[in-house]
């Protein structure tokens, strides 16, 4: 993989990602092949929005990289406050930094900066837009549960403005994979998603319920619905609930059907849940680590050395 | 008809679309009178019906500068049922115009015109992308703020795409239009 910058996980070919995650594996059967890799290199964290998970991994992941991180801070304490462009803030971060992530509230944010910097620059999230490290970490998880061909898998909840969901589908464009998608009508695949992946000639299909659908399934991909999405609480409640995973919802699901979720989740899946042999996302959250340590070091230019 | 009407040579005006169907000649008398003939400038024919008035607001062309402007609005036409058709005295677009007449009016015919003659004339082409041009009405879209960026859509076959946010824009497009 030779890429300046990752903004989206419709850039990668088959054999991009399948090099990701191919490393990723490397890294971690054996973390001391790359441990001090980057001890001299730094790298920017640019969080506009809360993160716990994508911005911890990142810094887990350069640090176990030999290297270090700078980091803007939240919104508040920057000088964001004082109004000043993202394109600005980014190119003075790029003078302090060997590559940078980017989280950022605004669709096309990522794009924008893109064009600001020369160093590479990765999209930790862009509004309702993409987040291909998160897809890659995915992909990651699926390959090792149930493979990535063949593969029929169920995307579920909020697919509108579900950031990790546009990513996945169009990842799984590049692989033999029927997409099935489960939403209320409110939160169905926006159309700019449905038309990209129909131009991909992919398999898929929307349901606006699990039940006729989770018996073929190797995977269901659970997303949080959130509460400010509708204009009511009881809207929200009775939506919601249609839409949440206990272990009475799972009794016609294959034995060997594994789910995954970005998180955070809030009760879309039940705890108890996470001790039957379907739970894998506690697993796909460690995964963020080597697949982000696999990322930097095939975006940081090393690899090849 | 009055004096001016004669001298301009209203009778003629189908030869600046250069088809002698589509537009007066040989059929009704009256289609010939609505719009007089321009001695130099720009003859913008077979605009969808209805879209005369989004053209002239894309190119800017409002009259405050004086120049002459001929609308005719759901005139008959062979190619479409109605069309639209504008004249403007003393302006030749440019091809960066040209560029953006094709998202509202795809069907259309520049003519340019000199001392009366066409001397120019082209079918629009679309164009891939458009800068510059539209506003991305996504209020999620970085585009939005205020950041240095001139807008990007890529042009598809019946919409536009914001190049950042990647929003599709398909019905509305003239309101899009940066003015």
């Known amino acids: 993989m030779r890429h300046d910058h990752l903004i989206t996980s419709k850039q990668l070919s088959r054999a991009d990602i399948e090099t990701v995650l191919d490393h990723a594996a490397e890294i971690d059967a054996d973390r001391s092949a790359v441990a001090d890799k980057y001890s001299d290199r730094l790298l920017g964290l640019l969080f506009f929005e809360p993160s716990t998970r994508t911005k911890l991994s990142f810094e887990t992941a350069m640090k176990r990289l030999g290297g270090d991180v700078i980091d803007m801070g939240s919104v508040d304490s920057s000088s964001v406050t004082k109004g000043e462009s993202l394109a600005d803030t980014i190119r003075v971060i790029e003078g302090y930094a060997d590559a940078l992530v980017l989280r950022h509230p605004k669709q096309g944010a990522a794009t924008m900066a893109s064009e600001f910097v020369d160093v590479p620059l990765v999209n930790a999230g862009d509004g309702a837009g993409h987040h291909p490290t998160q897809t890659m970490l995915d992909l990651y998880t699926i390959r090792e549960n149930a493979g990535l061909d063949d593969l029929t898998i169920g995307i579920m909840g909020d697919l509108k403005y579900g950031r990790t969901v546009h990513s996945l589908a169009y990842a799984l464009t590049k692989f033999d994979a029927q997409q099935h998608f489960i939403s209320p009508d409110s939160l169905a695949l926006p159309r700019e998603v449905v038309y990209d992946l129909h131009q991909e000639g992919a398999s898929i299909r929307e349901h606006d319920g699990l039940e006729e659908v989770l018996p073929s399934l190797d995977v269901l991909y659970v997303t949080r619905i959130q509460r400010e999405r509708f204009p009511d609480e009881n809207e929200y409640q009775k939506v919601a609930g249609e839409y949440q995973i206990g272990p009475d919802s799972l009794s016609s699901a294959s034995d060997d059907l594994t789910i995954m979720h970005p998180l955070p989740r809030v009760d879309e899946i039940a705890p108890e849940v996470d001790d039957t042999e379907y739970a894998a996302y506690f697993e796909q959250a460690h995964n963020g680590v080597p697949v982000r340590m696999a990322l930097l070091d095939l975006l940081l230019g090393d690899s090849d050395d | ?179």
């Open chain 2, 1 to 179: 008809m009055t004096n001016d009407e004669r001298k301009n040579g209203a009778h003629h005006d189908s030869n600046e679309s250069g088809e002698t169907d589509d537009y007066g000649t040989g059929h009704a008398h009256d289609h010939e009178l609505r719009v007089s003939k321009i001695h130099n400038g720009t003859v913008i024919d077979h605009v969808r019906s209805g879209q005369a008035l989004n053209v002239l607001a894309v190119l800017g062309i409002d009259g405050s500068e004086g120049e002459e402007i001929s609308i005719g609005m759901n005139v008959p036409s062979d190619r479409f049922a109605r069309k639209d058709i504008i004249k403007v005295e003393d302006r030749e677009l440019s091809q960066d115009e040209v560029d953006v007449l094709t998202l509202i009016a795809p069907d259309a015919t520049i003519n340019i015109v000199r001392e009366y003659e066409v001397v120019e004339k082209s079918r629009v082409d679309r164009p891939d992308v458009v800068e510059g041009v539209l506003s991305c009405s996504n209020s999620g879209c970085i585009t939005t703020g205020d950041e240095p960026v001139t807008s990007k859509f890529d042009v598809l076959e019946d919409a536009v795409r914001c190049a950042y946010c990647e929003t599709i824009f398909r019905e509305d497009i003239p309101a899009l239009i940066d003015t």
